[in-house]
């Protein structure tokens, strides 16, 4: 019975989803618990809203006629998208339903035109070229090499020429930061986040450009900003 209850939420997730991450992203009360800012606060060291102001300035200076938001994030993101003045059309995907649901209920009717649709973001039902503006905030540490080369290959596709991508995540751990030196947190973290160490010492402009070059669409420019002395940081792209 027990099992039947939670057949509901895993059904249509990828594995390594509902594997690793069925706690706080699938169930229902981990949702509940983790949709507060305190709560996010608490897993970011305090720095929620400082990357989230980050994203939300850089954000406010892009052409963004047609947003999409690669995946649901707890907290304020997706109505702060959705509300800020550039934008005309705001998409968000996500696998799962209950992430969706969540995100719907923080988006009021008085938002500019907002589209939900559960997808998979390693293989998206756009066509080529349909964004000004994509948008992915903490998804890449949580996939497995190859469903991020996916993701990142489907966020090019989907640029228009000239369209900018916008990324929030933890910077590349070249062991300055005192926390990449905190070895029972770093294992912690490893048990928590078990495709982290990967990306952490993964080169992800350098991959993104390799994709770029690939689809014919090389990258223009991108700048970063390094936050809390680099261990996060947020990067804007243009194709
Ligand atoms: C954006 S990431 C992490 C965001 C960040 N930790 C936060 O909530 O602020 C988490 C979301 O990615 C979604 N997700 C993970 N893998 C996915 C995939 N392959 N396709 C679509 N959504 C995915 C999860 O369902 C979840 O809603």
Redesign the pocket.
């Known amino acids: 019975m027990l099992f039947g209850y939670w057949r509901r939420y895993l059904k249509g997730?990828?594995e390594?989803?509902a594997r690793h991450?069925w706690w706080?992203?699938?169930s229902p009360s981990g949702v509940w618990f983790?949709?507060h800012d305190c709560v996010?606060n608490l897993?970011l060291f305090g720095k929620y809203r400082v990357i989230l102001n980050e994203v939300s300035r850089r954000y406010s200076t892009m052409t963004c006629d047609r947003t999409l938001q690669?995946?649901?994030?707890?907290?304020a993101?997706s109505p702060t998208l959705a509300q800020s003045s550039n934008t005309r059309e705001f998409h968000v995907?996500?696998?799962?339903s209950i992430?969706l649901e969540a995100t719907r209920s923080k988006l009021k009717a008085n938002f500019p035109k907002v589209n939900m649709v559960r997808?998979?973001?390693?293989s998206l039902a756009y066509s080529n070229d349909s964004f000004d503006c994509i948008v992915?905030?903490?998804?890449l540490h949580?996939?497995p090499a190859q469903?991020r080369e996916r993701?990142l290959s489907e966020a090019i596709r989907l640029l228009k020429p000239k369209g900018q991508l916008l990324i929030a995540e933890y910077g590349e751990n070249l062991s300055v930061h005192w926390l990449h030196r905190f070895t029972p947190w770093c294992w912690i973290l490893g048990k928590l986040e078990p495709f982290l160490h990967d990306f952490w010492h993964s080169n992800l402009t350098q991959q993104l450009a390799q994709i770029a070059v690939q689809q014919n669409k090389p990258l223009c420019s991108h700048s970063e900003t390094s936050l809390f002395n680099g261990f996060y940081r947020v990067i804007e792209y243009r194709v």
């Not at 997808?119 to 390693?122: A, D, I, L």
């Not at 992915?136 to 998804?139: D, G, K, Q």
């Open positions: 997730a990828p390594y989803l991450y706080t992203y699938l983790f949709d996010i897993i690669l995946t649901c994030a707890y907290g993101l995907i996500d696998v799962a992430q997808m998979n973001v390693e992915i905030f903490f998804l949580e996939l469903a993701a």
